[in-house]
């Protein structure tokens, strides 16, 4: 069974990648949440992944699904537990953060979950049934770079921003760095050049 792929970068698709790890090109789902922190990533770049081997009777092809962290897999293997929730559907579903979805689940916001992709009020409800007072220990995971990777902020809109900061609005380059890392850290699904301007403003006036 494989756990574990270091390896490069050979393909990105909406769904998947394409790894080569000693000579031989491993094709690894990844939730959206994941797939997320690769926008930044270029095609040759080394990257490693957890992985979540899937092979049934029912579905005889070895499907491997990749995580950042080994305890974003193991949230995984909760998320799956829910009935009616198996491992394709539950890739699909993950656009949240494993610390989003374990926070909501735990106070229990099915509002929030209901935002997952594919799950409506009666899943949100079994999810909760089954996993609260479960989550604690995934609520807490840390922010890590992969994470703060994961948006297209950080690519294709800060470099907008920064140029209107310095150039336009005659700010230091070290201060506008820190405004915009600041504004996106405060809201991670700013979309746009104008939302991200916007926090910017907020966070400075308060």
Known sequence: MIG?????????????ILLLAGQVGYEVLLPA???????????????????YYQQTERQPKPVLIGFNLEV????????????DIGPMKAVKALSLTVREIAKAIESKDVARLKQLKGIGNR?????????????????????????????P??????RQVFDVLVGQLGYRAGDAKRMISEAMKRNINISSPEELIEEVYHGEKN
């Open 123 to 151: 899943t949100a409800q079994k999810i909760i049934a089954t996993l609260e007072g479960k989550m604690n220990k995934f609520a807490l995971i840390r922010e890590t770079e992969k994470e703060r990777e994961k948006t």
């Open 33 to 51: 949440f994941v797939m997320d922190s690769f926008k930044s990533k270029m095609i040759g770049d080394e990257v490693s992944l957890y992985i």
């Open 153 to 158: 902020v950080a690519e294709d809109f800060s």
């Open 72 to 83: 974003e897999r193991e949230f995984f293997q909760y998320f799956i537990s829910v009935e």
């Open 4 to 16: 574990y792929i270091e390896g490069k970068l050979l393909k990105k698709e909406d769904e998947r």
